[in-house]
């Protein structure tokens, strides 16, 4: 981090240099911290460095050289202060309209920054919940303890084109892996036996998950890519079952009551909020408002 920031400064002082050196006729003009003027309005390299600082991870990247901090400049940083100076000598900023839709963002900025303070610890999920998930939902973390699987493997992409085509057209699998299967997979028609999560070495993760992923006996899996070729699994046979730990499946429980509590804590919050304010309904008005607006649908018929 401190890196980056030393990188950001020597660009920095480098781009002040070089922009101070190309306005000779105003070096006079500009102070010593000033690192562009736009007319009467001053942007100092502090501040043009904390618009720096501002910029999502992504746009950060592309401001590690000289030239993308310029173009920052030239085409984002002064062109805003330019626009936005023409506005407010439209009178835009005392416009009815513009008024509104400043007020409408403000209130948003601040109803947010309200949300997150007001969430703060209340929307995170605590271990306990995890637990009582996990108790109460054990099903969806069993899964069999040993499978039986078939499998195609070819290590070419017309040869696999023929097979998933053949496939479609219901011919049989058995027989596909014993005409297509390279190498010793030919034999017993791709039949690899009985397997058990974490018993295949790591470059077949992709395939133990792809097989461990299906259901049902006959069900065949999307295409997998494995150091062998390319595989096309069929579940024969499954086994016992076993639960996954807890501590496997931790993040993904996590994951999944992250939004609930998030909407629960929201809700929660605003109803605090009404209950401490006093708010009065004219009812009597909105039923008049309800009846103009049913009338013309009345008329309709």
């Not at 781009?15 to 006729?25: I, P, R």
């Not at 310029?70 to 002064?78: G, H, K, Q």
């Not at 390279?182 to 999560?197: H, P, Q, V």
């Amino acid at each position: 981090m401190m890196t980056k920031r030393l990188v950001f400064f020597g660009i920095l002082l480098s781009l002040s240099f070089l922009f101070l050196g190309c306005q000779k006729s105003r070096e006079k003009e500009l102070g010593e911290k000033e690192l562009v003027r736009i007319n009467d309005v001053t942007i100092s390299l502090e501040e043009f460095q904390q618009m720096l600082e501002k910029q999502p991870l992504e746009g950060k990247m592309k401001l590690l050289s000289e030239k993308g901090t310029r173009d920052f400049l030239e085409n984002y940083v002064i062109p805003r202060e330019v626009l936005y100076q023409e506005a407010k000598k439209r009178g835009l900023d005392k416009n009815k309209e513009t008024l509104a839709k400043v007020e409408d963002a403000r209130r948003a900025i601040l109803i947010e920054a309200l949300i997150e303070e007001g969430l703060r610890g209340r929307d995170e999920v605590s271990e306990e919940e995890i637990q009582r998930y996990y108790k109460e939902n054990q099903a969806l973390f069993t899964e069999p303890q040993e499978i039986k699987i078939r499998h195609i493997v070819v290590n070419s992409q017309p040869a696999l084109k023929e097979v998933v085509t053949k496939l479609s057209q219901g011919e049989s699998f058995e027989k596909l892996a014993s005409t297509y299967n390279i190498g010793k997979f030919k034999e017993d028609g791709g039949n690899l036996g009985y397997i058990r999560r974490g018993q295949l070495a790591p470059p077949f993760a992709q395939f133990e998950e792809a097989a461990f992923s299906l259901r049902k006996r006959g069900e065949i899996s999307e295409v997998v890519s494995t150091p062998y070729g390319y595989h096309i699994i069929r579940l024969e046979d499954m086994r016992g079952s076993a639960l996954k730990p807890l501590n496997q499946v931790k993040e993904r429980i996590r994951f999944f009551l992250q939004p609930k509590k998030k909407q629960e804590a929201y809700l929660e919050y605003v109803k605090e909020a009404k209950s401490k304010a006093k708010v009065l309904i004219n009812e009597k008005l909105w039923a008049e408002e309800k009846k103009k607006e049913s009338k013309p649908k009345k008329e309709k018929k």
